[in-house]
C-alpha cells in the first residue's frame, strides 16, 4: 500500500530580490495561505577588512487556509 504524503499545512516565504514585501503577501494569498509571522536578519559582506551590512533578508512563515 502507498503512503500518502502529508501536505504540510506551514511554509516559508522568502522576498525576492527585486521584489516588495506587498508583491510577497500576495504571492503567499494567492497560495492559499496566509501570513503569521516574519522574520529578518541581516545579511553582511566583507570590506575592506571589516564585516558591514549588506542587506537584509525578509522571511514570512505561513499557514496554510482551510
Known amino acids: 500500500m502507498a ?3 502529508k501536505e504540510s499545512n506551514k511554509k516559508r ?3 525576492k ?3 516588495s514585501i ?3 503577501l500576495e504571492r503567499i494569498r494567492l ?3 496566509v501570513p503569521v509571522r516574519r522574520t529578518e536578519e541581516p545579511v553582511f559582506e566583507e570590506k575592506d577588512g571589516e ?3 549588506a542587506g537584509r533578508e525578509i522571511v514570512f512563515e505561513a ?3 482551510n
Open 3 to 5: 503512503k500518502k504524503k
Open 13 to 15: 516565504f522568502e522576498v
Open 17 to 19: 530580490t527585486g521584489e
Open 22 to 24: 506587498e508583491d510577497c
Open 31 to 33: 497560495e492559499g495561505f
Open 51 to 53: 564585516m558591514q551590512v
Open 63 to 65: 499557514k496554510k487556509i
